[in-house]
């Protein structure tokens, strides 16, 4: 079986200011999208977008479900109740503020297609408290796991891994609910495990290289959601090895 391309990225610098967005190609499906951002002077701003309904603009938004507790420095805090310049505990980089948060509603229409995937680990699947209660996550969710099959292939004991992939029916369950789900992401100054439940997940990355994979057009509107940023590098680079979103179902990371 081959193994999907791991990634990695270009130095990290400074955001500067934001690229405004430009008009898409009306075919495609349009979804709407909310963030909220720390400016320079210390407030916060928030916009709604729409734009299409792609996996490069729902990974910036379906991490965590409503309800899900996030690590700060004041203790576990529904994703839904923080906002910009909250600080969250990281596992290598101590506490950072949140610069950016994405947010975004699945339909019942959406969820029952299965155009999008979500996955509900259940509480303690990995070992007591990881996670601490059941965690529902979205599309846009990677977990770090330690995978026996792929160390030799990686050279690494840890890799982060798309949610999906961990569904095995008995510790994680691809589920469909019945009612629409809001979803959140979160990024930080630079990529870095965070907590959620208990279970260690990443902050928001976009990846490395992910504007060759982009028209113009399109890369100048996902960089309109961050206005904080000029430049794809100044996303900075990737904390751990990591597994592409659309990793095969059927690939090992036990």
């Known amino acids: 079986?081959?193994?999907?391309?791991?990634?990695?990225?270009?130095?990290?610098?400074?955001?500067?200011?934001?690229?405004?967005?430009?008009?898409?190609?009306?075919?495609?499906?349009?979804?709407?999208?909310?963030?909220?951002?720390?400016?320079?002077?210390?407030?916060?701003?928030?916009?709604?977008?729409?734009?299409?309904?792609?996996?490069?603009?729902?990974?910036?938004?379906?991490?965590?479900?409503?309800?899900?507790?996030?690590?700060?420095?004041?203790?576990?805090?529904?994703?839904?109740?923080?906002?910009?310049?909250?600080?969250?505990?990281?596992?290598?980089?101590?506490?950072?503020?949140?610069?950016?948060?994405?947010?975004?509603?699945?339909?019942?229409?959406?969820?029952?297609?299965?155009?999008?995937?979500?996955?509900?680990?259940?509480?303690?699947?990995?070992g007591i408290a990881r996670p601490m209660a059941d965690l529902l996550v979205g599309p846009g969710a990677r977990i770090l796991t330690r995978p026996r099959d792929l160390r030799a292939s990686i050279g690494s004991d840890h890799v982060l891994s798309p949610a999906h992939v961990l569904a095995d029916g008995m510790h994680a369950f691809g589920v469909t609910p019945p009612r629409a789900v809001t979803f959140y992401h979160l990024w930080l100054r630079r990529h870095a495990l965070i907590t959620a439940n208990g279970l260690e997940v990443e902050s928001f990355h976009p990846g490395a290289g992910f504007e060759r994979d982009v028209g113009p057009s399109m890369l100048s509107l996902f960089l309109s959601f961050f206005p904080q940023i000029r430049e794809p590098h100044q996303f900075g680079p990737l904390a751990h090895l990591r597994l592409p979103l659309d990793a095969p179902d059927t690939l090992s990371v036990a």
């Open 1 to 126: 079986m081959s193994i999907p391309r791991l990634t990695a990225n270009a130095a990290y610098s400074t955001p500067v200011r934001s690229i405004p967005a430009r008009p898409e190609p009306s075919r495609l499906p349009m979804r709407h999208y909310t963030n909220l951002w720390l400016t320079a002077d210390g407030g916060i701003e928030e916009r709604d977008q729409m734009a299409p309904a792609l996996p490069l603009f729902d990974a910036a938004h379906s991490a965590f479900a409503r309800g899900t507790l996030i690590t700060t420095t004041r203790g576990p805090v529904a994703v839904e109740d923080l906002l910009p310049g909250d600080l969250l505990q990281t596992s290598a980089h101590g506490p950072l503020p949140v610069l950016w948060i994405g947010r975004m509603t699945l339909q019942r229409e959406d969820i029952a297609s299965r155009s999008v995937k979500l996955t509900r680990i259940m509480a303690e699947a990995f």
